[in-house]
């Protein structure tokens, strides 16, 4: 049985009536395919990457398992759509402490059609793309049964300033997200520091970036994933994993430089925090 | 006596009576701060660069020596006109071959005026800064006392493609830069490998973008720079020196992920020539 995903940060919702990314019990997650060409790209781009011998094993991990493409009952109502069928990343996860970061200062890409580029260099322009290399594009801290998740909505977060990603980054890792007061940085080290955290996979993921020139990440998002309950008893759970393929682009004869220049900021943010766990 | 410098690839020349950079024969390079706000910034970046004690002396040598500012007789008659005084960075070179690089696919930064942003873009996407992440502003490669320079003008390096700038940087390397066949890269392993080499200074640099905040190096050029004689000796002279600061920005508490991105993607364009110097 289909249903509406709990934990959904950003992009498409299924929710109200409206067309969605569905999941099943046995951890798939079925992804309508978008309209016009972001549908055929993102497919072609599944269908490539995982045919791609060139690819590394250790790099494949950080993508979604992509099982196909199949014909399903829209989340709208409106029929038999096609959908992409993906691992779904959260499956086994009890409260995902979840961030979506869409990575690059320019989410467009040169062949794109010219009202596309407009739209998107404003947004780039509005928000923290342009400056940091990166924007914020959904997020949920988790922190407890009673209180829940901390979850700014998607205006708050399009209006993030720096100090705002600055000041989110240590939240998404502290066990007080909610509070007023300042966030306690208590899981940095187990969630983002350590041989498994998400900087070294972030790192691990920089080093195939400074190489690869098999394909232009455009618009794609990292995705940040870990469990309170298992940061609490030390234990990393933290995964880092590549989303949204709708706007790739392929054998362009270079490095996706500005992916990676945007991989590189985030780098930067993230290990300042465990260089400073305690600094405002 | 000031003089026109004779070798300059890029940049306002102080040739037919116009306004331009002069020298003199102490290995001092005078440049005429730019119209309005350009010089100032220009000024103000080697100002705060020289004196800032954050800057490691590893990454000061990338740098031109800055010796303050002069009113000097301007190159275009026009009288006492104010100039940086730098380094010049060929002036021990008797026949340099060069390669100015003009790194970021972006060259224009957020607070810029408009009109100006837009006239920044547009040349972003109508050369390979925007898919390349850096442009080849300037070149001369030398050959021979009898054919000179490997020079191409102006107007064919703004219609330079992907393969204009791959065959260009194996020509910058070859024995026979001017010559229809193939370059032959017999300077590739002295010039762009080796401990002393390019692509060594370029990991230099890589590593300190990675981590300063700094500076933000809008429009900023890499120069490379090697003595033909030298390299036929199997000497290692090449030399990266990071020149134009008229668009530089101060402490924006982020990477320079443009200039980062830009970077990276030059050296994996180097480290294919080392890799494969046989290719075509």
Not at 22 to 46: C, H, M, T, W
Not at 119 to 126: A, G, N, P, V
Not at 186 to 207: F, R, T
Request: charged share 25%; glycine share 8%; with cysteine.
């Amino acid at each position: 049985m289909l249903r509406v995903p709990e934990h959904q940060v950003a992009g498409h919702q299924a929710s109200d009536g409206k067309l969605g990314p569905l999941i099943d019990d046995s951890g798939r997650f079925y992804k309508p395919l978008q309209n016009g060409e972001r549908g055929s790209r993102e497919v072609a781009f599944y269908t490539k990457f995982s045919s791609n011998a060139n690819v590394p094993d250790h790099i494949r991990r950080y993508f979604p398992v992509f099982y196909g493409t199949q014909l399903l009952e829209a989340s709208d109502g409106s029929g038999l759509q096609p959908h992409i069928i993906l691992e779904d990343l959260v499956s086994t996860r009890v409260h995902p402490s979840l961030m979506d970061v869409k990575i690059g200062s320019r989410t467009w890409y040169p062949e794109a059609p010219e009202e596309y580029v407009q739209k998107c260099l404003k947004k780039d322009r509005e928000c923290t793309s342009l400056s940091l290399g990166f924007r914020i594009c959904g997020l949920q801290a988790y922190e407890s049964e009673e209180s829940g998740f901390w979850k700014p909505d998607k205006k708050r977060l399009q209006d993030f300033t720096l100090e705002d990603v600055r000041s989110s980054l240590r939240r998404f890792v502290s066990s007080n997200p909610l509070s007023d007061s300042e966030p306690d940085c208590s899981y940095a080290s187990v969630v983002y520091g350590g041989p498994k955290g998400i900087l070294a996979q972030l790192l691990e993921l920089k080093a195939w970036f400074e190489d690869q020139t098999l394909f232009q990440f455009n618009s794609c998002s990292v995705l940040m994933i870990y469990e309170k309950k298992a940061a609490e008893a030390g234990i990393s759970s933290a995964k880092v994993k590549l989303v949204d393929f709708a706007h790739v682009v392929h054998d362009q004869g270079v490095i996706d430089h500005n992916f990676l220049g945007g991989l590189c900021s985030l780098i930067k943010f993230v290990s300042e925090i465990l260089d400073s766990p305690m600094d405002k």
